[in-house]
């Protein structure tokens, strides 16, 4: 068993986290991780306030562990919002203000609905800025990881961010999808994982099988940080790229981003029936780097079991047997 601050801080049993993603808002993977003892999440910046009022009832039907509901501040989405502090998950989780955003009036009302509060940052600067505003946990991304990313790998990110906010516990996230990444991590510093692309693919996904066998397929170095998905869906991320499978689609508009800005309501329409499709040519998948690391479809409690089962042998057996 291994046991972190984290575990006392969000009651749980593993320090395994699974990251809210906003775009594939999937009851049934955050409730089979919190229901194996990590932290599910669900995403909520796209939800109006009665699907967020239905997919937290739903996840509080299913489980009655701790789970997360998560928020891209830059989307500003305040009727989600409202809904979600009514439902008062364990874990608010932030991520990606815009320039300026006072952070401070979200975790206020989240911390004031009994709620702690996780914020996820890409850089020290950002960490800071997560921790001044009053965040119990920040997450340090790597740019190894999939979704929007920026530009410090987790190796050097997480220990300068685990420096810059002591003692507020940190996680780590971007490129881990086992063991020997979990035991990696708490040597740097932090007190457990909050992982995507790896949950991406497991029998509770709601991804679409062939993205999920893409990721499989994947060896890893076929991702590329794009603005492409965001141009395309007419969006502007606040200082991110995505980093995404590189096919078809990303190959088309790469170097031609004007092109795609003038022809974006026709391209965001062939790019919604494809990923309806599971078109893993002319669709958008985001994932990380670990991908590579990725060659099964486990559900996601024997994925948890596995990691935290690795990371144990590794810490107790193969990094002690080193010791001369
Ligand atoms: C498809 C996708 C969507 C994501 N959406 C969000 C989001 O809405 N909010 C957020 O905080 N992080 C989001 N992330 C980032 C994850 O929370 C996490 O930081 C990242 O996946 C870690 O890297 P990994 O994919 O290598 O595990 C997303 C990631 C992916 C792959």
């Known amino acids: 068993m291994i046991r972190t601050r984290v575990c006392e801080l969000f009651d749980i049993d593993h320090p395994v986290m699974l990251g809210g993603m906003a775009s594939i808002t999937a009851p049934e993977l955050a409730v089979a991780v919190s229901e194996a003892g990590g932290l599910g999440g669900v995403g909520g910046s796209y939800l109006d306030a009665a699907r967020m009022?239905?997919?937290?009832?739903?996840?509080?039907?299913?489980?009655?562990?701790?789970?997360?509901?998560?928020?891209?501040?830059?989307v500003d989405n305040q009727d989600a919002f409202a809904a979600a502090l009514e439902a008062a998950p364990a874990v608010m989780a932030f991520a990606w203000p815009s320039d300026g955003q006072d952070l401070a009036p979200w975790f206020d009302r989240a911390h004031a609905a009994g709620c702690k509060v996780m914020f996820m940052a890409?850089?020290?600067?950002?960490?800071?800025?997560?921790?001044?505003?009053?965040?119990?946990?920040?997450?340090?991304?790597?740019?190894?990881?999939?979704?929007?990313?920026?530009?410090?790998?987790?190796?050097?990110?997480?220990?300068?961010?685990?420096?810059?906010?002591?003692p507020i516990p940190v996680l780590a996230a971007g490129g881990i999808a086992d063991g020997r990444g979990l035991a990696a991590s708490l040597a740097l510093g932090a007190e457990g994982v909050l992982l995507g692309t790896r949950f991406l693919a497991t029998v509770e996904s709601a991804l679409h099988p062939n993205f999920k066998q893409a990721i499989l397929d994947s060896d890893g170095h076929d991702t590329v940080l794009t603005e492409i998905p965001d141009v395309a869906g007419g969006r502007?991320?606040?200082?991110?790229?995505?980093r995404a499978l590189r096919n078809r689609f990303i190959d088309r508009w790469a170097g031609r981003e004007w092109s795609l800005r003038q022809n974006q309501k026709s391209a965001a329409a062939t790019l919604k029936a494809a990923q309806q499709a599971g078109d893993v040519d002319e669709g958008s998948l985001l994932i990380g780097q670990d991908a590579g690391l990725i060659n099964d479809l486990p559900a996601a409690g024997d994925l948890i079991a596995r990691m935290v089962a690795e990371?144990?042998?590794?810490?107790?057996?193969?990094?002690?047997?080193l010791l001369g």
């Open 236 to 242: 502007v991320w606040p200082g991110a790229m995505a």
């Open 311 to 321: 990371a144990e042998e590794i810490m107790s057996a193969r990094l002690p047997g």
């Open 53 to 74: 009022h239905e997919v937290a009832a739903d996840m509080r039907g299913r489980t009655d562990k701790p789970f997360a509901i998560n928020f891209l501040l830059f």
């Open 122 to 166: 890409d850089s020290v600067e950002g960490a800071r800025r997560g921790a001044d505003a009053g965040a119990d946990l920040i997450v340090a991304q790597g740019t190894e990881g999939g979704g929007h990313v920026a530009w410090m790998a987790a190796s050097v990110l997480v220990p300068m961010i685990v420096d810059a906010v002591a």
